[in-house]
């Protein structure tokens, strides 16, 4: 399969965001925390954005060092490798303050690929 481009990669990132906006719309944590489903949904979410990140070019990343890509890089091995070790509040953290950052970047990022 051939390798799919930064643009690409961004809308994956986009879509997956918009997917976890949209399953923790009016969700508490305790009601995020307590449902596997909403979990399992949230986890592999991030997972897509942990991957698709890695194929985002450095100077892009370097255009908005607001964004913690290394620790995104980094959550996606987590996810799938130590997952008895994943902590629900760190997630929701993770997705209800850095997201809403990334987005943003993504949006940037996307618009100056565009162009």
């Known amino acids: 399969m051939p390798d799919r481009s930064p643009l690409l990669?961004?809308?994956?990132?986009?879509?997956?965001?918009?997917g976890?906006?949209?399953?923790?719309a009016g969700v508490s944590f305790d009601d995020?925390?307590?449902?596997?489903?909403?979990r399992s949904a949230v986890e592999?979410?991030?997972?897509?954005?942990?991957?698709?990140?890695r194929h985002?070019?450095?100077?892009?990343?370097?255009?908005?060092?607001?964004?913690?890509?290394?620790?995104?890089?980094?959550i996606g091995n987590i996810l799938r490798h130590e997952y008895q070790t994943v902590d629900s509040l760190i997630i929701w953290k993770a997705v209800t303050h850095d997201l809403p950052i990334l987005k943003r970047a993504l949006l940037a990022?996307?618009?100056s690929l565009e162009r």
């Open 9 to 18: 990669r961004i809308h994956d990132m986009l879509k997956s965001i918009r």
């Open 20 to 24: 976890i906006e949209e399953a923790l």
């Open 32 to 38: 995020y925390a307590g449902s596997w489903l909403l």
């Open 44 to 53: 592999r979410g991030i997972e897509v954005i942990s991957e698709a990140s």
């Open 56 to 74: 985002i070019g450095a100077n892009a990343k370097a255009r908005h060092p607001e964004v913690r890509w290394k620790d995104i890089a980094g």
């Open 109 to 111: 990022i996307r618009a």
